[in-house]
């Protein structure tokens, strides 16, 4: 089984693959004559167009068909990742070191991770199951219930929920002890919904999400659904073996830092530590 083809279950009301197009159409452009009539521009439409600052590059386990990304406050990672017969959580350092590993269910496919406290929840992606750990030993202690595809997660503190996505523009709200569903809103851009929401990561009142399939990164204001930014990380090297399901997936905020990301993909054996920067 290959991952790729549930994008065709991502229905778009704007193409995946035309995001790009769709800002650049929307921007407002000269008259190219001399009139003195100023355009008036709504700032709330304006997206930051922003590209990837690579400042370190890691090694990586290139046999992880990568899912979820996510730091540990000690600065340990989380790697979940997916294949029925394959998916599988572990911790390990930044230089590889693997501190910790447990298997799925071999009928599972993994998904998105998130750490709340002292737990992790670890989405499947058509099992209707969400799994919760033990974020030191990775032992699991629950499981919970959903409706649908999973695909990422990402806890918000200070709001006290959890984000889950499906692929499609809609994401969920979540209790974060329980997983049980809140509510759910629409991940929109100049009004039109974007789908093919996957791996998140939140920071303070913002989600990051990958444009599953895609090379971009959206970021996306947590209580109105706005996206705010658009990242192109196609400047990242993508040394995996060649095949289309390689792509971009895994995005983890560095605790403490000042903007910094880990950036990785599906079976790609490097890591990148980067910055957004102004394209």
Known sequence: MVHLPRAAAVVSSVSIVSLAALMSACSPAGSG????????????????????????????DQTSFTQGLEVAPDGTLYVATGMEGESRIYRTTTDGKELASKDLDPTFFGEGITRVGDHLWQLTWQNNTAIKRDATTLEEVDRAAFDGEG???????????????????????????TLTE?????????GKPITGLNELECVGDDIYANVFTTTDIVRIDAETGRIEARIDASALPNNATPDPNHVLNGI????GSDGEFYLTGKRWPDMYRVTFEPK
């Not at 004559?33 to 990586?60: C, I, R």
């Not at 918000?156 to 523009?169: C, L």
């Not at 809140?182 to 100049?190: I, K, L, P, Q």
Request: hydrophobic share 35%; aromatic share 8%.
């Open 151 to 177: 695909w990422g997660l990402c806890y918000r503190q200070d709001a006290d929920e959890v984000i889950f996505s499906d692929g499609s523009a809609e994401l969920r709200r979540m209790d974060p002890d």
């Open 33 to 60: 004559d001399n009139s003195t009539t100023e355009e008036v521009v709504d700032t709330a439409d304006m997206v930051d167009m922003l590209t990837v600052k690579v400042d370190e590059t890691l090694p990586f």
């Open 182 to 190: 809140r509510g759910r809103f629409t991940v929109r851009y100049h």
């Open 252 to 255: 983890a905020h560095i605790p």
